[in-house]
């Protein structure tokens, strides 16, 4: 075998694996796009700022959209906050506490969630009820304790 030969079956190898790690490859869905875009959109604040607009008696709504297992194994919550399932979320804005909650009231939301997906979950279904200013806690309930945020015992159910 020459040298060419070797080249050209080398040559056929790589166009042969790339094909089948492409065929490998998963493209995004619609709505994976849609909801990094969504993501993308959506505001976020530190720990350090909501301390501080906490601090100036800023109106601000705090949603703790926690999942069951974080909020249960956890004694406290940020102080003043609202603790709502994500998957009732939709449904419980039309009842108290959150019906007299107003469209143009500042909302954060936090979770504990390695990457906040709860809180942006959170964020979007609130701003596509018509909320206008919504934020996501970065970092959520742990960058809040590392913050040395106020919290207040959790209502034991």
Not at 58 to 83: F, M
Not at 119 to 138: C, H, M, P, Y
Request: with cysteine.
């Amino acid at each position: 075998m020459n040298l060419q030969d070797c080249g050209a079956r080398i040559s056929l190898l790589l166009f042969c694996l790339t094909i089948a790690t492409n065929a490998g490859a998963r493209r995004p869905t619609q709505g994976q796009v849609q909801e990094a875009r969504g993501a993308a959109q959506i505001s976020r604040i530190t720990a350090g700022e909501l301390k501080a607009k906490l601090s100036r008696n800023e109106a601000v709504t705090i949603l703790d959209v926690r999942d069951t297992n974080s909020y249960v194994s956890s004694n406290d919550q940020i102080k003043g906050s609202i603790h709502v399932k994500i998957r009732r979320l939709q449904s419980r804005l039309t009842l108290p506490p959150l019906s007299n909650v107003s469209r143009d009231n500042e909302v954060i939301a936090y979770c504990a969630c390695p990457h906040d997906e709860a809180s942006i979950r959170a964020a979007q279904i609130l701003l596509d009820a018509g909320f206008k200013r919504v934020r996501v806690l970065d970092g959520g309930w742990q960058s809040w304790l590392k913050a040395n945020g106020h919290v207040e015992a959790r209502p034991k159910a």
